[in-house]
């Protein structure tokens, strides 16, 4: 399978965002998918995360509220809605497949990432 993350722009700072995830050559209907954001000089950091069935896990309250992810396993689809954007939201985010049983918050549990899209938030 392989991910590409999409719906990156620049905004100012209250818009709303839609990145989507697509899956391309096999489906990942059975993985959690999750999404990542890497800041310039900063580590990639985990931001939320759809599990095979639904469920949800969301970084902290700093983006739980404002950030929702959901799955369309028949689009081969994952989707994160941002909303009430802020400046520090700024980074590459990624989506990225976790086929086996590592870490979920952490990056080395994830065994498949596609290619990242900007999002910058201005103030």
């Known amino acids: 399978v392989q991910l590409q993350a999409s719906g990156g722009g620049l905004v100012q700072a209250g818009d709303s965002l839609r990145l989507t995830c697509t899956g391309t050559?096999?489906?990942?209907?059975?993985?959690?998918v999750g999404w990542f954001r890497q800041a310039p000089g900063k580590a990639r950091e985990f931001v939320a995360s759809?599990?095979?069935?639904?469920?949800?896990?969301y970084r902290d309250d700093s983006v739980k509220g404002r950030f929702a992810t959901s799955r369309e396993n028949a689009k081969n689809q994952v989707y994160l809605q941002m909303n009430e954007l802020k400046p520090e939201d700024t980074a590459v985010y990624y989506c990225?497949?976790?086929?086996?049983?590592?870490?979920?918050?952490?990056?080395?549990?994830?065994?498949?990432w596609g290619q990242g899209t900007q999002v910058t938030v201005s103030s």
């Open positions: 050559g096999g489906t990942f209907s059975r993985y959690t």
């Open positions: 759809v599990r095979w069935n639904g469920g949800t896990i």
């Open positions: 990225a497949l976790r086929q086996g049983t590592g870490f979920e918050y952490s990056t080395t549990g994830y065994d498949t």
